[in-house]
């Protein structure tokens, strides 16, 4: 990709496989002779985790592809099936989902150092340009895969964005009907999407690598826009840049991996652990996070059809941006006004992003309103605008020059950075608070022992959890996703193979047909899930009012309260997740949930947001005294609420233990590796400076 090779092979074979296929000089005169300016930042380091991070969703979205069933009726089993059932599969989807929110973030700020440094300007157009169609890809690919678990955010999700393409004049409704596959989203919509998902990321590789390839041809831009102009401005590709790289990667992995281990489910919905269901529509439906700057400018306008133009126009513009703006200065170190305006630009997006994650009501659609010129008004009028009045600093002479100065761009990084973070958490703080916000009171936070990194179940509690469950809740309510075997499991509630064996025995478990084509009745055996008490679906309606009984193994995952900013720092050190517990709890014990202004409620009903209407009327399910304890534990309201909530939250997670388990010598193992390779690199650069 760098011009003719100067590799010389050594032995024999190479010399002969070169002559016939010349990839190891092409490795070389890519990755290795390479030459790199010698005053890149670390800012420069997320193209080589962006590269990681594909290769990470490549790997396990092709293994979780081979589990997963793209039919409306199975996939949101499968997807927890894979969590139970698949060796290590909990790893697979909690890698591949954190992933996701991952690759955004270090694409933002890829794009964001592009825009800062100028990377944009000739003669790297091309390369930026390849970059906005990577982000593309990446954007419709991370949305078709938001929509394949197949819960309730997921599907409205994809009801409300195929919509928007209703808006185009003449050929809306047949491009809605093409995507859909039909008259509604579907089973047909979640095929096609399951596909594309799959293929999208080979795509976007294909792209990568023809960015890469760009890049190589221009070299690389750096902190001061100079280009290199002798041998002392660059350095070689490896070990230099390589070593550099790698251990950005290690200290990324140590930030990934705590939302792997200790927060699988912080970035998510907690709405998408609620079966898709097309009867009730979810009280605020948002995107994922890295989407909530252009929804916001998509709501902003009150036309759908501008709001569409807008909202694709705000990501179109960046291909025009190396025309836009024509400053012969590329650096924003070098251009004092450029620099205010790149750094009010970030506070736009972030700002954006936070009123995305808001009701699109009141003071908050003003003030998108106001982002969203502000956002255009960067591109169209500030940028064209300074390329012709700003006075600029003067240009170091040389990239060597600039290394004097090094101890003062590593402050500023870190300034930068610093700034980054804390917006970040603004943002992050927003969206926390808009994923339950239907609820005025939030219920009391408890100490459970499986909370915080090194939790782990107290087996008595999930023991008299269980029994809770089986005495008065699995009257209603099934648990299809829990096999009795996962009662002898390491991890469980500590019964024995045995005792397993005896509990399923005491269910009865219809199969068939058998040789004489007839249905028949069992005992359960070990690989049979907790039955439901009714024989249908249509029976379970008709013996509960209309409503179903919800399957109760994911019930401590699918609820939230709100925990917006500062308690979103406080929950990100110390892995709270336990909202889901803490409400089923307050449930149990007589906890009702606020509806939303304006919502009435049906005499003698609780507001519900699972059911249809949003309401219920059942009773209170326990009472004291009602389950007897040999450990002398309360035969109390309270004690049967925390020890069934306890249980359900094992149901939920059976490998939580695991988890962190395996959490903490990843993390051990990524701090040491990390340490070894600072060193490293300090030493290999020493003879650099």
Same mark, same amino acid.
């Given at each position: 990709?760098?011009?003719?090779?100067?590799?010389q092979p050594?032995?024999?074979?190479m010399?002969?496989?070169?002559?016939?296929?010349?990839i190891?000089?092409?490795?070389?005169?890519?990755f290795?002779?390479y030459?790199?300016?010698?005053?890149?930042?670390?800012?420069w380091?997320?193209?080589?985790i962006?590269?990681?991070?594909?290769a990470v969703?490549?790997?396990?979205?092709?293994?979780?592809?081979?589990?997963?069933?793209?039919?409306?009726?199975?996939?949101?089993? *499968?997807?927890? /099936?894979?969590?139970?059932?698949?060796?290590?599969? @909990?790893?697979?989807?909690n890698?591949?989902?954190?992933g996701?929110?991952?690759?955004?973030?270090?694409?933002?700020?890829?794009?964001?150092?592009?825009?800062?440094?100028? !990377?944009?300007?000739?003669?790297?157009?091309?390369l930026?340009i390849?970059?906005?169609?990577i982000y593309?890809?990446?954007m419709?690919?991370?949305?078709?895969?938001?929509?394949?678990?197949?819960?309730?955010?997921?599907?409205?999700?994809a009801?409300?964005?195929?919509?928007?393409?209703?808006?185009v004049p003449?050929?809306?409704?047949?491009?809605?009907?093409l995507?859909?596959?039909?008259?509604?989203?579907g089973?047909?919509?979640?095929? /096609?999407?399951?596909?594309?998902?799959?293929?999208?990321?080979?795509?976007?590789?294909?792209?990568?690598?023809? &960015?890469?390839?760009?890049l &190589?041809?221009?070299?690389?831009?750096?902190?001061?826009?100079?280009?290199? =102009?002798?041998?002392k401005?660059?350095?070689?590709?490896?070990?230099?840049?390589?070593?550099?790289?790698?251990f950005?990667?290690?200290?990324?992995?140590?930030?990934? *991996?705590?939302?792997?281990?200790?927060?699988p489910?912080?970035?998510?919905?907690?709405?998408?652990?609620?079966?898709?269901?097309?009867?009730?529509?979810?009280?605020?439906?948002?995107?994922?996070?890295?989407?909530?700057?252009?929804?916001?400018?998509?709501? *902003?306008?009150?036309?759908?059809?501008?709001?569409?133009?807008?909202?694709?126009?705000?990501?179109?513009?960046?291909?025009?941006?190396? @025309?836009?703006?024509?400053?012969?200065?590329?650096?924003?170190?070098? /251009?004092?006004?450029?620099?205010?305006?790149?750094?009010?630009?970030?506070?736009?997006?972030?700002?954006?992003?936070w009123?995305g994650?808001?009701?699109?009501?009141g003071?908050?659609?003003?003030?998108?309103?106001?982002?969203?010129f502000?956002?255009?008004?960067?591109?169209?009028?500030?940028?064209?605008l300074?390329?012709?009045?700003?006075?600029?600093?003067?240009?170091?002479n040389?990239?060597?020059?600039?290394?004097?100065?090094?101890?003062?761009?590593?402050?500023?990084?870190?300034?930068s950075?610093?700034?980054?973070?804390?917006?970040?958490?603004?943002?992050?703080?927003g969206?926390?608070?808009?994923?339950?916000?239907?609820?005025?009171?939030?219920?009391?936070?408890?100490e459970?022992?499986?909370?915080?990194?090194?939790?782990?179940?107290?087996?008595?509690?999930l023991?008299?959890?269980?029994?809770?469950?089986?005495?008065?809740?699995? $009257?209603c309510?099934?648990?299809?996703?829990?096999?009795?075997?996962?009662?002898?499991?390491?991890?469980?509630p500590?019964?024995t193979?045995?005792?397993?064996? $005896?509990? $399923?025995?005491?269910?009865?478990?219809?199969?068939?047909?058998?040789?004489?084509?007839?249905?028949?009745? /069992?005992?359960?055996?070990?690989?049979?899930?907790?039955?439901?008490?009714?024989?249908?679906?249509?029976?379970?309606?008709?013996? #509960?009012g209309?409503?179903?009984?919800?399957?109760? !193994?994911?019930?401590?995952?699918a609820?939230?309260?709100p925990?917006?900013?500062?308690?979103?720092?406080?929950?990100?050190?110390?892995?709270?997740?336990?909202?889901?517990? #803490?409400?089923?709890?307050?449930?149990?014990?007589?906890?009702?949930?606020t509806?939303?202004?304006g919502?009435?409620?049906?005499?003698g009903?609780?507001?519900n947001?699972?059911?249809p209407?949003?309401?219920?009327?059942m009773?209170?399910?326990?009472?004291?005294?009602?389950? !007897?304890?040999d450990d002398?534990?309360?035969?109390?309201?309270?004690?049967?609420?925390?020890?069934?909530?306890?249980?359900?939250?094992w149901?939920?997670?059976?490998h939580?233990e695991?988890? =962190?388990?395996?959490?903490?010598?990843?993390?051990?193992?990524?701090?040491?590796?990390?340490?070894?390779?600072?060193?490293?690199?300090? =030493?290999?650069?020493?003879?650099?400076?």
């Open positions: 990709m760098s011009g003719p090779s100067t590799y050594q032995s024999p074979f010399k002969w496989l070169e002559q016939r296929l010349p190891a000089g092409l490795v070389h005169s890519s290795i002779a030459p790199t300016p010698r005053n890149l930042n670390y800012w380091t997320f193209g080589a962006l590269s990681m991070m594909l969703q490549i790997i396990t979205g092709i293994v979780l592809a081979m589990h997963y069933t793209p039919h409306v009726d199975f996939a949101f089993d *499968s997807v927890e /099936r894979i969590v139970r059932d698949v060796n290590y599969g @909990w790893l697979l989807r890698t591949h989902a954190a996701a929110s991952m690759f955004f973030i270090a694409v933002y700020i890829h794009m964001f150092r592009g825009l800062y440094y100028g !990377s944009y300007k000739a003669p790297r157009e091309v930026w390849l970059g906005v169609i593309l890809l990446m419709a690919t991370g949305f078709m895969g938001y929509v394949l678990p197949w819960g309730q955010m997921s599907f409205w999700g009801t409300v964005i195929t919509n928007l393409f209703s808006a003449f050929v809306g409704d047949s491009i809605v009907t995507l859909w596959g039909g008259y509604s989203v089973n047909p919509t979640l095929n /096609r999407f399951f596909s594309l998902h799959y293929l999208l990321p080979f795509v976007i590789a294909g792209v990568v690598v023809l &960015h890469v390839w760009a &190589h041809v221009t070299g690389q831009n750096n902190p001061t826009g100079v280009e290199p =102009k002798t041998e401005d660059t350095v070689a590709f490896t070990p230099y840049a390589t070593m550099k790289d790698v950005g990667m290690s200290c990324f992995l140590l930030f990934f *991996s705590w939302f792997i281990f200790y927060m489910n912080y970035l998510g919905e907690a709405d998408n652990y609620i079966p898709a269901n097309p009867g009730v529509t979810p009280p605020h439906i948002v995107p994922e996070w890295y989407y909530l700057p252009f929804y916001a400018i998509l709501r *902003s306008i009150p036309n759908k059809l501008m709001g569409v133009v807008a909202m694709f126009g705000a990501i179109i513009v960046l291909l025009f941006l190396p @025309w836009l703006d024509s400053a012969k200065v590329r650096s924003s170190r070098y /251009r004092p006004l450029a620099k205010r305006f790149f750094w009010g630009f970030v506070v736009v997006c972030i700002m954006l992003g009123l994650s808001k009701p699109a009501e003071i908050y659609t003003v003030l998108a309103r106001v982002f969203t502000a956002y255009f008004a960067y591109f169209l009028i500030v940028l064209p300074l390329s012709r009045v700003e006075k600029t600093l003067p240009l170091p040389s990239i060597s020059e600039d290394v004097l100065s090094k101890g003062k761009t590593a402050g500023a990084t870190a300034a950075l610093l700034a980054l973070v804390m917006a970040g958490t603004l943002m992050f703080g969206v926390q608070s808009a994923k339950a916000a239907e609820g005025g009171e939030s219920p009391p936070s408890l459970w022992s499986f909370a915080g990194p090194f939790g782990t179940y107290d087996r008595p509690q023991q008299r959890g269980f029994k809770i469950y089986k005495e008065v809740c699995s $009257a309510h099934s648990l299809k996703l829990l096999q009795y075997r996962n009662l002898a499991e390491p991890g469980g500590g019964f193979i045995e005792q397993a064996k $005896a509990i $399923a025995a005491e269910a009865s478990i219809k199969d068939g047909p058998n040789d004489a084509g007839e249905m028949f009745e /069992r005992p359960g055996r070990l690989a049979d899930t907790f039955h439901s008490p009714f024989p249908n679906e249509q029976a379970a309606r008709s013996a #509960n209309g409503a179903v009984p919800p399957d109760m !193994s994911l019930l401590a995952k609820r939230s309260y925990r917006g900013f500062p308690q979103f720092v406080f929950d990100f050190f110390t892995q709270f997740q336990e909202q889901g517990p #803490n409400y089923i709890d307050a449930l149990l014990q007589g906890y009702q949930d509806p939303p202004e919502f009435t409620l049906p005499d009903a609780y507001y947001k699972w059911y209407g949003h309401s219920i009327k009773p209170p399910p326990i009472s004291d005294g009602q389950v !007897s304890f002398g534990s309360p035969e109390t309201v309270p004690q049967y609420a925390k020890d069934v909530t306890a249980f359900l939250m149901a939920a997670e059976p939580l695991a988890r =962190k388990r395996l959490g903490l010598q990843v993390m051990i193992f990524l701090i040491i590796l990390s340490g070894l390779l600072y060193f490293t690199k300090r =030493k290999i650069w020493s003879n650099v400076h």
